[in-house]
């Protein structure tokens, strides 16, 4: 049984920086792909970075060059780093996974349609 824990949210100024957690449990990280979504009140849910278990990534326009998604297959935990953080960015954040039998193709990547397994959420404010 797939368990997803995210931690790390917060409230942090326009600029700053926050790295959030998701604790993967019931099943081995490194066969399962995995992303990070976001949602902000009375929107959709978007996705935000996605990593294959090759290693590939894939990110959301508006987050390129500020966010880093990672995993340490060690843990079992997936990671994602928030620099020069906006005031867009305030959403609620889920850590989401997949079977490798069931990856999605790279463009379908940041799609929640694609994902099985979906965390509690963690809050960032900016």
């Known amino acids: 049984h797939v368990q997803l824990v995210e931690s790390g949210g917060g409230s942090v100024q326009v600029g700053g920086s926050l790295t959030l957690s998701c604790a993967v449990s019931?099943?081995?990280?490194?066969?399962?792909?995995l992303a990070w979504f976001r949602q902000a009140p009375g929107k959709e849910r978007e996705g935000v970075a996605a990593?294959?278990?090759?290693?590939?990534?894939s990110y959301a326009d508006s987050v390129k060059g500020r966010f880093t998604i990672s995993q340490d297959n060690a843990k079992n935990t997936l990671y994602l780093q928030m620099d020069s953080l906006k005031p867009e960015d305030t959403a609620m954040y889920y850590c989401?996974?997949?079977?490798?039998?069931?990856?999605?193709?790279?463009?379908?990547?940041?799609?929640?349609?694609?994902?099985?397994?979906w965390g509690q959420g963690t809050q960032v404010t900016v």
């Open positions: 989401a996974a997949t079977s490798r039998f069931n990856a999605p193709e790279p463009r379908r990547a940041l799609l929640p349609l694609e994902y099985a397994y």
């Open positions: 019931g099943v081995r990280a490194s066969g399962y792909c």
């Open positions: 990593i294959d278990t090759d290693g590939s990534t």
